[in-house]
């Protein structure tokens, strides 16, 4: 039956930011699928812990600052110590600072670079090498619209963002044949604490929804739907597609 592909039980989900926001909503969705999930943040959250436990699978949460590369690459061993096996990893941490392009400091760019784009690449190579002898797994990455655009006073997160939709797809490129998808989605605007400054903004909020043709803010629930997919055995013939969740915003 079809809606069996969509099933990810038994499955292990390590979600980096994944207890808020997108990173919570994407964990919670595969939660109600099937999988384990293995929360990385620097927040902990007793609320997803309960959820994913109410639904009857395991929970762990990591601390792990994704600015500091020691703890990064402590992840993966620290999933396979704890969960056993890496089946799904969800790369959705990142920070977005804005400042004027010719103002953007030297030492928030290396920051964003490290956590928006060096973590999901040693992520994706670390849990890559346990797929490739487990012949499959699945790696989703998460963009943005501004993977398309290039925003405003967001050098480095727009950098990042683009450079995520090319890492998914020398990825996918690389272990298509060997069982594994690496596949991304670019949210658009989400009401999380992401944008909170700008949702505070009445001005920016009327010119930002004028322009989704489904005139709201998404809501985290929103891309539980594109993330099970690309998890579940329904995507496995999709490969390096960058999947815009957005309202429709890259459409207009």
Known sequence: MILDQFRVDGKVAVVTGGTTGIGKGIALALAEAGADVFAVSLIKDKDIEDRVHGLGRRYRYHYADLSVREQTKGIIPSVLQAMGRVDIL???????PRFPAEQFPEDQWDKVLEIDLTAAFLLSQAAGQFMLKAGKGKIINISSILGFQGGINNAAYASCKHAIAGLTKAFANDWANKGINVNAIAPGYFAT???????????????????????????????????????????????????????GWLSW
Request: proline share 8%; charged share 15%; with cysteine.
């Open 193 to 247: 604490e992401f944008i909170a400054a700008l949702m505070q903004n009445p001005e920016r909020t009327k010119l930002i929804l004028g322009r989704v043709p489904a005139g709201r803010f998404g809501q985290p629930e929103d891309i539980g739907g594109a993330a099970v997919f690309l998890a579940s055995p329904a995507s496995d013939f999709l490969h390096g597609v960058v999947l815009p969740v957005d309202g």
């Open 90 to 96: 969800v790369n959705c941490a990142g920070i977005g």
